[in-house]
């Protein structure tokens, strides 16, 4: 990563993002600075979730233009660990299950791989605990097979266990707001909020701005059929709740 | 067992080293110009009598041996399995037996140098000081060491070498010898019976409990070596034991091979725990025969992980003779290039109300081949009986081979049959999402793989268990990608 505090933490420019042949984002930019939290709003189908894994380096995605600069560094040739190694998180939209493998295991495994060195038990143990209250998730959780018939809300709240002890630089929430109940949502935006700070930043994506009255965006981008048709501040949100993303369509037609 | 890593201390025993490779930690070879004598190649009445004398054995045992190696040369050759390695085997080319040392040790300071060294390398002395009740240590056709905790020995408790146990209790020996395999039962059952040398006897009187494992540690050391252990335990009623061995050898251009016949005879109310890590180098045919006859509410369970040899062919089974009866099979199989893990499990029952819980993991990779082969019969009878099999196969690549043959016989209508069978491969999803927590592919597949075994993992003891998800690393290690 550059020194220079002004590097933005992520740049995508004019990026153009296919799966099995089909053309999802068509040219999309997009600054994210540090300390800022951007909302990328949509609706299905618009890319939003192609977006996410696209920054990730999902290779079932395959990006045919433009670039995805982060800290500075085209990341295309990082492959999905180098990036996690390097700050980039995502929180999944549908994490999957890892049948015998225990939470516990999985997050010490996790924590190894991405500060590059072994965490003492001693000081592993205190932070696990921690983020369990904040995220108010029982110790039994630890001993469960990761996501292995966990409910939709435990699902995202063990991704948010994950990005408190991975403490990413970018953390990308995809749809993270997706099924939570009131209380779930609000535990969710706790430990959103609790991440922010000057060195980090976050994208929100997400279909409703229900999760924005808990999590303030800096900016938001509405995302329409593989562009950034529109970018505002939190007002924006606001008028999309009440106007639906029709009259943007309108607009871009 | 998967966060193993994360709560249990590292450095136990037997798994010191285990990040070397298999040439390094268990393929090396002692000089074998000390030992004491190794027969001619080849399996005859000469090499059978000859044995049979050099052990100074009672005449009927001489004779079993003598009906066995008739048996073994009039049997054909199984005609399922890997037909294909079986009929490669050259019995012509094979020492049958070989002794290193002229006597056994109790005391580990006993032990010759050379053959201490092997066993030290492997981690023995210091797994019997740490976790063990009793430990033996067989080094090509005989035991070289032995020890039984004091308290058990005054327990009455007999845990000794076959040789010894047929020398010391005869009449006990005589009694259950091919009681529950006998020679004529297949052709590498009689091969064993003719020729056999070492293995354990086990005798655990009625009531007592074996709180913590009994060892066995097999090493075949010469090339074209055989090694036919036998080994016999009985539970008595209400007693409790858990019995494990291990096996290692050196990795040789030409084949070695290991026919072993182990029978259990488990009395009523009693368990019986028989637990197998077999890692033979890549050139050894494991071709076993397991059986345990069940009384009334007893309980039998074998814990079974296959990860080396050549060709395992290996069903341990349990007949579940007395009401109650308890049967239950765990096994992985791994198999990666140039394997053939030929696995399964048999359980008869043949009383009322008797269970059976099979449960397969098999694991292919590099073009390795893994086969599930299970009978289940249930006789007429056997009412209110339950039956529970679950076969998952878990291949990495699209070289590598799964294949399950379940066999149910069912002849009572009053029993409940439970079977599931699933072939998956590591999902892309599944490797992503842990990439993106940071592990590489192959931290990756290995966490997967050692999930997917985990219901495995789970019932051994903690030292095995490091050691298992550790050998499977040094398998997964480059394996993909």
Same mark, same amino acid.
């Given at each position: 990563?550059?020194?220079?505090?002004?590097?933005?933490?992520?740049?995508?420019?004019?990026?153009?993002?296919? @799966?099995?042949?089909?053309?999802?984002?068509?040219?999309? *930019?997009?600054?994210?600075?540090?300390?800022?939290?951007?909302?990328?709003?949509?609706? *299905?189908?618009?890319?939003?979730?192609?977006?996410?894994?696209?920054?990730?380096?999902?290779?079932?995605?395959?990006?045919?233009? +433009?670039?995805?600069?982060?800290?500075?560094?085209?990341?295309?040739?990082?492959? @999905?660990?180098? #990036?996690?190694?390097?700050?980039? $998180?995502?929180?999944?939209?549908?994490?999957?299950?890892?049948?015998?493998?225990?939470?516990?295991?999985?997050?010490?495994?996790?924590?190894?791989?991405? #500060?590059?060195?072994?965490?003492?038990?001693?000081?592993?143990?205190?932070?696990?605990?921690?983020?369990?209250?904040?995220?108010?998730?029982?110790?039994?959780?630890?001993?469960?097979?990761?996501?292995?018939? $966990?409910? +939709?809300?435990?699902?995202?709240?063990?991704?948010?266990?994950?990005?408190?002890?991975?403490?990413?630089?970018?953390?990308?929430?995809?749809?993270?707001?997706?099924?939570?109940? &009131?209380?779930?949502?609000?535990?969710?935006?706790?430990?959103?909020?609790?991440?922010? /700070?000057?060195?980090?930043?976050?994208?929100?994506?997400?279909?409703?701005?229900?999760?924005?009255?808990?999590?303030?965006?800096?900016?938001?981008?509405?995302?329409?059929?593989?562009?950034?048709?529109?970018?505002?501040?939190?007002?924006?949100?606001?008028?999309?709740?009440?106007?639906?993303?029709?009259?943007? =369509?309108?607009?871009?037609? | 067992? /998967?966060?193993?890593?994360?709560?249990?201390?590292?450095?136990?025993?037997?798994?010191?080293?285990?990040?070397?490779?298999?040439?390094?930690?268990?393929?090396?070879?002692?000089?074998?110009?000390?030992?004491?004598?190794?027969?001619?190649?080849?399996? %005859?009445?000469?090499?059978?009598?000859?044995?049979?004398?050099?052990?100074?054995?009672?005449?009927?045992?001489?004779?079993?041996?003598? *009906?066995?190696?008739?048996?073994?040369?009039?049997?054909?050759?199984?005609?399922?399995?890997?037909?294909?390695? !079986?009929?490669?085997?050259?019995?012509?080319?094979?020492?049958?037996?070989?002794?290193?040392?002229?006597?056994?040790?109790?005391?580990?300071? %006993?032990?010759? =140098?050379?053959?201490?060294?092997?066993?030290?390398?492997?981690?023995?002395?210091?797994?019997?000081?740490?976790?063990?009740?009793?430990?033996?240590?067989?080094?090509?056709?005989?035991?070289?060491?032995?020890?039984? #905790?004091?308290?058990?020995?005054?327990?009455?408790?007999? $845990?000794?070498?076959?040789?010894?146990?047929?020398? =010391?209790?005869?009449?006990?020996?005589?009694?259950?010898?091919?009681?529950?395999?006998?020679?004529?039962?297949?052709?590498?059952?009689?091969?064993?019976?003719?020729?056999?040398?070492?293995?354990?006897?086990?005798?655990?009187?009625?009531?007592?409990?074996?709180?913590?494992?009994?060892?066995?540690?097999?090493?075949?050391?010469?090339?074209?070596?055989?090694?036919?252990?036998?080994?016999?335990? &009985?539970?008595?009623?209400?007693?409790?034991?858990?019995?494990?061995?291990?096996?290692?050898?050196?990795?040789?251009?030409?084949?070695?091979?290991?026919?072993?016949?182990?029978?259990?005879?488990?009395?009523?109310?009693?368990? &019986?725990?028989?637990?197998?890590?077999?890692?033979?180098?890549?050139?050894?045919?494991?071709?076993?025969?397991? #059986?345990?006859?069940?009384?009334?509410?007893?309980?039998?369970?074998?814990?079974?992980? *296959?990860?080396?040899?050549?060709?395992?062919?290996?069903?341990?089974?349990?007949?579940?003779?007395?009401?109650?009866?308890?049967?239950?099979?765990? /096994?992985?199989? $791994?198999?990666?290039?140039?394997?053939?893990? %030929?696995?399964?499990?048999?359980?008869?029952?043949?009383?009322?109300?008797?269970?059976?819980?099979?449960?397969?993991?098999?694991?292919?990779?590099?073009?390795?081949? +893994?086969?599930?082969?299970?009978?289940?019969? @249930?006789?007429?009878?056997?009412?209110?009986?339950?039956?529970?099999?679950?076969?998952?196969?878990?291949? !990495?690549?699209?070289?590598?081979?799964?294949?399950?043959?379940?066999?149910?016989?069912?002849?009572?209508?009053?029993?409940? &049959?439970?079977?599931?069978?699933?072939?998956?491969? @590591?999902?892309?999803?599944?490797?992503?999402?842990?990439?993106?927590?940071?592990?590489?592919?192959?931290?990756?597949?290995?966490?997967?793989?050692?999930?997917?075994?985990?219901?495995?993992?789970?019932? !051994?003891?903690?030292?095995?268990?490091?050691?298992?998800?550790?050998?499977?690393?040094?398998?997964?290690?480059?394996?993909?990608?």
């Amino acid at each position: 990563m550059s020194d220079e505090t002004n590097t933005p933490v992520l740049e995508v420019s004019d990026l153009h993002v296919s @799966v099995g042949g089909k053309e999802i984002l068509k040219g999309l *930019n997009l600054t994210v600075g540090a300390g800022e939290t951007h909302a990328i709003m949509g609706r *299905n189908g618009s890319g939003k979730s192609t977006l996410s894994a696209a920054i990730m380096g999902n290779p079932r995605y395959e990006i045919t233009s +433009g670039t995805i600069v982060y800290g500075g560094q085209d990341i295309a040739e990082l492959a @999905v660990h180098e #990036r996690a190694r390097a700050g980039v $998180f995502l929180s999944f939209q549908y994490p999957v299950a890892l049948p015998g493998v225990s939470v516990v295991n999985f997050l010490r495994q996790a924590v190894r791989a991405v #500060r590059g060195d072994d965490v003492p038990i001693k000081a592993f143990r205190p932070l696990v605990k921690e983020n369990l209250k904040i995220l108010d998730i029982p110790q039994t959780f630890m001993t469960r097979y990761v996501n292995d018939g $966990f409910s +939709g809300g435990e699902k995202k709240r063990l991704e948010m266990l994950q990005m408190l002890m991975l403490q990413p630089t970018l953390a990308i929430l995809d749809e993270t707001d997706s099924g939570l109940d &009131i209380d779930a949502l609000k535990v969710v935006s706790t430990a959103i909020n609790g991440l922010r /700070s000057e060195k980090r930043a976050q994208l929100v994506i997400t279909h409703y701005q229900r999760i924005l009255q808990y999590v303030t965006p800096d900016h938001v981008h509405v995302l329409l059929d593989g562009q950034i048709v529109k970018s505002g501040g939190p007002d924006l949100a606001h008028e999309l709740e009440k106007h639906g993303y029709e009259w943007l =369509e309108k607009d871009a037609a | 067992m /998967s966060d193993t890593t994360v709560d249990r201390p590292k450095g136990a025993a037997g798994t010191a080293g285990l990040g070397d490779d298999y040439d390094t930690k268990y393929g090396f070879h002692d000089d074998e110009s000390a030992y004491d004598f190794k027969s001619k190649k080849g399996v %005859d009445h000469e090499v059978v009598e000859m044995i049979s004398r050099y052990k100074k054995e009672p005449d009927w045992m001489r004779e079993v041996r003598h *009906n066995a190696l008739d048996v073994f040369l009039s049997k054909p050759m199984p005609t399922w399995g890997s037909t294909e390695l !079986l009929n490669s085997i050259d019995f012509e080319n094979i020492h049958y037996y070989v002794r290193a040392s002229e006597r056994q040790a109790q005391d580990w300071d %006993d032990v010759p =140098e050379s053959v201490k060294n092997t066993f030290e390398k492997l981690g023995i002395p210091e797994a019997e000081r740490k976790f063990l009740a009793g430990v033996t240590a067989q080094y090509e056709s005989e035991v070289v060491y032995h020890s039984l #905790r004091e308290d058990l020995e005054k327990l009455g408790v007999i $845990f000794t070498d076959m040789d010894t146990g047929l020398r =010391e209790y005869e009449d006990v020996v005589r009694e259950h010898f091919t009681s529950v395999i006998p020679a004529e039962d297949n052709k590498f059952a009689a091969l064993n019976t003719a020729v056999w040398s070492g293995g354990s006897f086990v005798y655990v009187p009625k009531g007592v409990e074996v709180a913590i494992p009994l060892q066995a540690y097999f090493r075949i050391n010469t090339e074209n070596m055989g090694q036919f252990e036998r080994t016999l335990i &009985i539970a008595d009623e209400g007693s409790k034991v858990h019995y494990i061995e291990g096996c290692t050898a050196p990795t040789y251009s030409s084949d070695s091979l290991h026919s072993a016949v182990v029978e259990l005879i488990a009395r009523p109310g009693s368990t &019986i725990r028989y637990t197998t890590i077999q890692n033979w180098s890549k050139n050894v045919y494991n071709l076993v025969t397991k #059986r345990a006859i069940a009384e009334a509410g007893s309980r039998v369970e074998w814990i079974d992980g *296959n990860l080396g040899s050549k060709l395992t062919m290996k069903y341990p089974a349990v007949y579940l003779v007395g009401e109650g009866a308890h049967a239950e099979i765990l /096994s992985v199989a $791994f198999s990666s290039s140039d394997q053939h893990q %030929d696995a399964g499990s048999k359980v008869i029952h043949a009383a009322p109300r008797t269970t059976s819980v099979i449960t397969s993991k098999s694991i292919s990779k590099d073009g390795g081949r +893994g086969t599930y082969r299970g009978l289940v019969k @249930v006789h007429e009878g056997a009412e209110g009986s339950k039956v529970n099999v679950k076969c998952d196969a878990l291949l !990495l690549d699209d070289r590598s081979r799964s294949d399950t043959y379940p066999t149910m016989e069912v002849d009572d209508e009053a029993v409940s &049959i439970e079977h599931e069978a699933t072939v998956s491969k @590591v999902g892309e999803e599944q490797l992503y999402y842990l990439m993106s927590r940071g592990l590489d592919q192959d931290a990756a597949t290995t966490l997967i793989v050692n999930g997917f075994i985990e219901p495995f993992t789970k019932e !051994l003891p903690m030292e095995y268990a490091v050691e298992l998800n550790r050998l499977i690393q040094l398998e997964m290690e480059g394996a993909i990608g």
